[in-house]
């Protein structure tokens, strides 16, 4: 039986995308042009964080969004031959959006 990783309270476990190893223009970059960030999928989240009150206030994504977060932040776990990374909902930056069409 199969096993998946279900993150607790306000942990985020997020699928790196392929980084960009060659420029535009075909020049390879090497490891130390890479980027301060990381793009990454929502795979699967926690409850949410749980406030003094007892209130759980649950991270602002759905599985799925494409998310940034920095190139050092978060836990990286490879499960069944996949990579992920594991992050505290604060630890992601921004959340990229479709551009709607006025």
Sequence with gaps: ????????????LLKALDSETKSPGGI??????????????????GPGRTLESGDIVRAGLVVGNE????SA??????????????VADD???????EDSPE
Excluded: D, T
């Design 1 to 12: 039986m199969a096993k998946k990783i279900q993150p607790m309270f306000n942990g985020v």
């Design 91 to 97: 630890a992601i930056l921004a959340v990229l959006a």
């Design 67 to 70: 998310v940034l977060i920095q």
């Design 28 to 45: 390879h970059l090497p490891s130390s042009a890479k980027r301060a960030y990381k793009h990454a999928v929502v795979h699967a989240m």
């Design 73 to 86: 932040a978060g836990l990286e776990v490879e499960h069944e031959g996949e990579k992920f990374i594991l």
